[in-house]
């Protein structure tokens, strides 16, 4: 059942990985995607061809979310093609894992830059564009909730987003907008995988409850019931999505 249909949806990050399957997810349920990218045109252009493949309807527009005259551009351009902004999914995110002594300013400030600014000022854009009883599905990640070394910047700029999506509830609800996000356990993607050792990732998988790295779908699934008239009474939330990970 296509319970999206009529729907603008924005894909931050939707070229590869989670974002590309949640832009193909919520074309399939009828929604019109704009597949965000910045620096991988082809892809892109491989998820919008997908998407018209099989009957649904997409754009594709360049943005780097870590400057704010981009987020600003993501928005217009969104509304030029489809005239509507009901959803919002602030996939797009950037993980550099290096030991406290190896982090550099530039690695600093460059996640901070998009999984914090981008997701902040987006929001900001939607306040002001997005039509009543939207969603707005922000993306934390379960490492909060661990104590990894390497990933103290990464965490931190999620942890960020958490605060976001907790502050920012009742200012959305006076337009009666969800704002909720999702944390996800480690998930069978190129950004994951990328760097880990075949002993790593086992380990890895047995520290969930099933033995299992997530994959894409499962994340999707939760932003299909998030985005959907069944989660108007959810917001503010983070949502450990991870299998039971701990």
Known sequence: MQHLEG????VTGASRGIGRVIAEQLA???AKVVINYSSSPEKAAEVVDGILQKGGQAVAIQADLGKLSEVESLFTETLAA??????????????????????????????FSVNVKGTFFACQQAMKYMENNGRIVNFSTSVTGQMFPAYSVYAGTKGAVE???????????????TINAIAPGPVNTELFLTGKTE???E???????????????????????????????????????NGGFI
């Open 199 to 201: 002993q790593q990732i």
């Open 163 to 177: 605060q976001f999506t907790r502050q920012l509830a009742k200012e959305f609800g006076s337009k009666q907008i």
């Open 28 to 30: 399939d349920l009828g």
């Open 82 to 111: 489809y005239g509507k902004i009901h959803i919002l999914i602030n996939n797009a995110g950037l993980m550099i894992n290096k030991p406290l002594s190896e982090v550099t300013e530039a690695d600093f400030d460059k996640q």
């Open 7 to 10: 729907k603008v949806a924005i």
């Open 203 to 241: 380990g890895i998988k047995n520290m969930n409850a099933f033995g299992r790295l997530g994959e894409p779908e499962d994340i999707a699934n939760m932003v299909e019931l998030l985005v959907s008239d069944k989660s108007q009474w959810i917001t503010g939330q983070t949502l450990r999505v």
